[in-house]
């Protein structure tokens, strides 16, 4: 059984940070790409970045670069999201996925096809102004 669990938000101040982690079991982990989207209230869901299967490429949408970075550990079957310098609208409900599958999602590319992918039950991330 295919278990993907995302752990670390939580509430922080604009200008903070804030460490996410993707944790996988019951698969392949490193034939998987893995990413990172969120969904703010009344909003679509969006990619924020996408980490092909060895971590050595990796996407990121514009409103998160240089702020955020993905990293993945295969040993540990995780996948990391350090996000820094944090804004109010990075406010959302944050999903990992993993899936074997590539696809460009929003504007992101290298990231799971959201059709085939396994998907974790969400963290908060809730920046304060």
């Known amino acids: 059984q295919v278990q993907v669990v995302e752990s670390g938000g939580g509430l922080v101040q604009a200008g903070g940070s804030l460490r996410l982690s993707c944790t996988a079991s019951g698969l392949t982990f490193d034939d998987y790409a893995v990413g990172w989207f969120r969904q703010a209230p009344g909003k679509e869901r969006e990619a924020v970045s996408c980490?092909?299967?060895?971590?050595?490429?990796?996407s990121y949408a514009d409103s998160v670069k240089g702020r955020f970075t993905i990293s993945r550990d295969n040993a540990k079957n995780t996948v990391y999201l350090q996000m820094s310098s944090l804004k109010p609208e990075d406010t959302g409900m944050y999903y990992c996925?993993?899936?074997?599958?590539?696809?460009?999602?929003?504007?992101?590319?290298?990231?799971?096809?959201?059709?085939?992918?396994?998907w974790g039950q969400g963290t908060q991330v809730t920046v304060s102004s």
């Open positions: 996925a993993a899936a074997v599958v590539l696809t460009r999602y929003s504007g992101v590319y290298y990231c799971p096809n959201t059709d085939d992918a396994y």
């Open positions: 980490i092909r299967w060895h971590g050595d490429t990796t």
